[in-house]
């Protein structure tokens, strides 16, 4: 597998790798030890041979790898920071093998809803703009197809993003309403309810693509 600005590898090991111990990955930053947020040590479980990343400008650089290298690609919160999306996606399609498949997730247009004005600011992202590293505007699912297929993917399959899918609601309903207790930190009632509203609207899109077979 390909990670595509892959940071400290804890997205992708929650999402993937660690149901999959058969999943070998590379990761592309593009800075050496931290991430457009930060220092970026190893997420621990991810200390191991099966990680390996590698510095690369994935907007401007050649990924160091040659054709049809990976079976794979993950792009999770990585498009919306590009300005050259789209040689980074055929730089992707490259790398891929014929039939690869790619999920790519970024926040949608839900994410534009407003900040309520008596929950304060603690670095979370509710917003799409509370996050200065946000380029443009959300992605729609019209714009991520046009932009894919540009590339040489075909879209199989998309979704809002929802951790606990909507059987959850309850419980995102129930994480607001707790972060509407003045009682508890700034950092708890932002976190928890931008966690329950997040999930609640799907906050993100998601898709999965496919490179063109041979």
């Known amino acids: 597998m390909l990670d595509v600005g892959c940071g400290n590898f804890q ?47 994935v907007e401007r650089e050649r990924f160091p790898f040659d054709d049809a290298t990976f ?7 990585v498009i919306e920071h590009v300005s050259a999306s789209d040689r980074m996606l055929r730089e992707i399609c490259r790398t891929l093998r014929p039939g690869g498949l790619m999920y790519v997730e970024t926040p949608g247009p839900n994410s534009l809803m407003r900040r309520p004005r008596w929950l304060p600011r603690a ?39 929802r951790q606990l899918g909507v059987a959850g609601a309850p419980i995102y309903l129930l994480m607001m309403a707790v972060g509407a207790l003045p009682i508890l930190s700034t950092e708890a009632r932002v976190f928890a309810y931008g966690a ?19």
């Open 123 to 161: 670095g979370d992202t509710i917003n799409f703009y509370d996050d200065p590293t946000h380029i443009g505007t959300p992605y729609t699912f019209d714009r991520l197809h046009v932009e894919l297929e540009s590339a040489g993917f075909a879209v199989v399959a998309q979704a809002p993003f």
């Open 71 to 77: 079976d794979g690609a993950f792009l999770s919160h």
């Open 196 to 214: 329950g509203v997040r999930n609640l609207v799907g906050w993100a899109i998601s898709v999965l693509a496919q490179k063109a077979s041979d």
């Open 11 to 57: 997205r992708i090991y929650r999402n993937l790798a660690r149901r999959r111990s058969d999943i070998v990955v590379t990761g592309l930053e593009k800075y050496e030890e931290r991430s457009i947020y930060g220092p970026a040590p190893i997420y621990p479980p991810c200390a191991t041979d099966r990680f390996r990343r590698l510095t690369c400008d």
